[in-house]
Nanobody
Framework: QVQLEESGGGLVQAGGSLRLSCAAS????????MAWFRQGTGKEREFVAA????????YCADSVKARFTISRDNADNTLYLQMNNLKPEDTAVYYC????????????????WGQGTQVTVSS
């Protein structure tokens, strides 16, 4: 099975940028469709972005598509989320997740999860 570890979170002012990374180990990243989800305090887990196995296809939630970009480097076994023009409502724990099937925006279909990285956006 694959192990996932997120990094890159932190505290940033509104309008700033962060790049999250998700390092995979145990299996090759190219075996998996990958996604980012987030969960704010007291909120349900929310889809952010997803990528197919090769990275040729991806999509983002409407709330972030003009500001966030998902990408992956299968040779380096790493998934990324570039987040620009951050807003206070983006504050959440961000998780990467993987599944052997096609990519999806439904968290229930993902088999493996990282521990999450906190992103806090101050106004």
């Amino acid at each position: 099975q694959v192990q996932l570890e997120e990094s890159g979170g932190g505290l940033v002012q509104a309008g700033g940028s962060l790049r999250l990374s998700c390092a995979a180990s145990g299996r090759t990243l190219s075996d998996y469709a990958m996604a980012w989800f987030r969960q704010g305090t007291g909120k349900e887990r929310e889809f952010v972005a997803a990528s197919n196995r090769r990275g040729g296809r991806s999509y983002c939630a409407d709330s972030v598509k003009a500001r966030f970009t998902i990408s992956r480097d299968n040779a380096d076994n790493t998934l990324y989320l570039q987040m620009n023009n951050l807003k206070p409502e983006d504050t959440a724990v961000y998780y990467c997740a993987s599944r052997l099937g096609i990519y999806s925006d439904w968290h229930g279909l993902y088999d493996y999860w990282g521990q999450g990285t906190q992103v806090t956006v101050s106004s």
